[in-house]
């Protein structure tokens, strides 16, 4: 089983990326995970947001395995809480699933994104920033990989 969290563009505050860095070594204890960082476009400033979220799109898609079940972190998405989302996790370990989680760019997905996409999932009605939505994401992963192994860290 494998999880991968891809992502657009870096995290560029240290403090972030130290505790994103600290979640991602927690979850090794439990499943293959990795953080794949997709890089930023150029000339950005040069294109629509639709060319944006073309250009991205593409990226995205290159990088999702054709047998992955590709999550996309998206405000219309279904919000669990933690425990459901753990039972959800579970559910494809038990299918043998890999995992492909994406947040995009600041302008969402392009049209070819949503038609591969799975599922999708919100974190929140709120908006957060890019970099904030990687933390929290990353941390429901490491609780909910918690719950299922029925460690103390979460407390209901």
Known sequence: MKIILLVVGKTTQPQLADLIDDYAKRLQHYVGFELKTIPEL?????????????????????????????????????????????????????????????VGGPYGFSKEVYERANDLLSLSTMTFSHQMVRLFFIEQLYRAMTIINSEPYHHE
Request: net charge positive; hydrophobic share 35%; aromatic share 8%.
């Open 42 to 102: 150029k000339n950005a400033k040069n294109m629509s947001q639709e060319q944006q979220k073309v250009k991205e799109g593409q990226l995205i898609l290159q990088n999702v395995a054709a047998d992955h079940f590709m999550v996309l972190l998206d405000e219309r998405g279904k919000q669990y809480r933690s425990v459901d989302f753990a039972q959800r996790l579970q559910q494809h370990f038990n299918n043998g699933r890999n995992l492909t989680f994406v």
